[in-house]
């Protein structure tokens, strides 16, 4: 299993960035922000996730240090979330990490309480799905496959996930760690860039991760539903028609 490619499944089932909850439990909860979902070693798009290197934990819900943090939460800091799908707990399911972060704990153990799997879930399955969208693509995804693409993407953020399953939540703190020479960063930015100087230096903050998963054999038919239901308005050249009946016969094989 993997993430929203959460499979298809030749290979074992994984999941990367939920027992069936009924929806009405979320009901009337306002959205939650999701600021960084787990992603897979080595992609290009978790440049913004900081690893244990830079950011040492000095303190969890499980005493200081930050050795006694459980495996899930190691694996999302060393970049290997999806691991977690590889054992026998989450056996045909996909696994998901959602985070946030800041210098309020009160705030952040509010919006890890509050944060409602079926709803919020579409943010890292979306995620997942454009990774997909990208790895099966030589050209940009919306040049290889069209309007297909963003019309998938849609029907993905603007849906559901009953069944999904809010399994563990944990905070850290975490301290910015320094070696003589290294350029102090805020974010994407050098302390000292010119264009873009940060409002202040962030040099430690408490994250909250909330680990979800949910049934690999749901979550591919809803994934497939979606995928089948898309009507476009300009209709695909012969080269995207191809990619586009490609993607979607092999669409789970990695995901």
Known sequence: ????????????????????????????????????????????????????????????????????????????????????????????????????????????????????????LARLVVHRVEQRFVAGASLYPDDEFGEYFMRVIRGISNGEYPGAVKEEIFWVRREMVFTEGDELRYGFFDADDDELPPAEIITERFEYLVLVSISAETLQGQIRGIMDGVAVTIPPTREQAAAIGNIRRTFFEGF
Not at 7 to 36: D, H, M, N, T
């Open 1 to 120: 299993m993997s993430s929203a490619n959460l499979l298809a499944s030749s290979r074992p089932l994984r999941a990367v960035l939920l027992l069936p909850l009924l929806l009405a439990a979320c009901a009337g909860q306002p959205p939650q922000r999701i600021l960084v979902p787990a992603t897979e070693a080595g992609s290009e798009f978790q440049n913004w996730v900081d690893s244990l290197e830079a950011w040492q934990i000095v303190e969890s819900q499980n005493g200081t240090g930050g050795g006694n943090i459980p495996l899930w939460v190691h694996y999302f800091y060393t970049r290997e979330a999806r691991a977690i799908e590889a054992k026998s707990r989450f056996a045909e399911r996909y696994v998901f990490i959602a985070v946030n972060q800041g210098s309020n704990l009160h705030a952040l153990r509010q919006w890890a309480e509050n944060f409602c799997p079926e709803q919020d």
